[in-house]
Nanobody, 116 residues
Framework: QVQLVESGGGLVQAGGSLRLSCAAS????????MGWYRQAPGKPRELVATITSGGSINLADPVKGRFGISRDKARNTVYLQMNSLKPEDTAVYYCKAWLVGALDAWGQGTQVTVSS
């Protein structure tokens, strides 16, 4: 399996920016895609952004134009750049890795709080 460690969450005012990082440990399994989900209190977990090993990017409609995802394959790290943050972006953000030949891996989550 692979372990994912997220960092970069915190408290920010509306309109501000944060960058989340997710580092994957070494693994015998190949990491295909990586991405971010989020879960606000009382709501289901939702997809935020994904990036494949080939660099194809998918962003959820609520974050298009404000968030960006990138990946450093050499470091097995994925980043989520969040700009123009809104209070509704407040959630626990989870990193996910899709592995070839193994179960998907999840990080422990990092809290992002946007104050109005």
């Amino acid at each position: 399996q692979v372990q994912l460690v997220e960092s970069g969450g915190g408290l920010v005012q509306a309109g501000g920016s944060l960058r989340l990082s997710c580092a994957a440990s070494r693994s015998p399994f190949t990491i295909d895609a990586m991405g971010w989900y989020r879960q606000a209190p009382g709501k289901p977990r939702e997809l935020v952004a994904t990036i494949t090993s080939g660099g194809s990017i998918n962003l959820a409609d609520p974050v298009k134009g404000r968030f960006g995802i990138s990946r450093d394959k050499a470091r097995n790290t994925v980043y989520l750049q969040m700009n123009s943050l809104k209070p509704e972006d407040t959630a626990v953000y989870y990193c996910k890795a899709w592995l070839v030949g193994a179960l998907d891996a999840w990080g422990q989550g990092t809290q992002v709080t946007v104050s109005s």
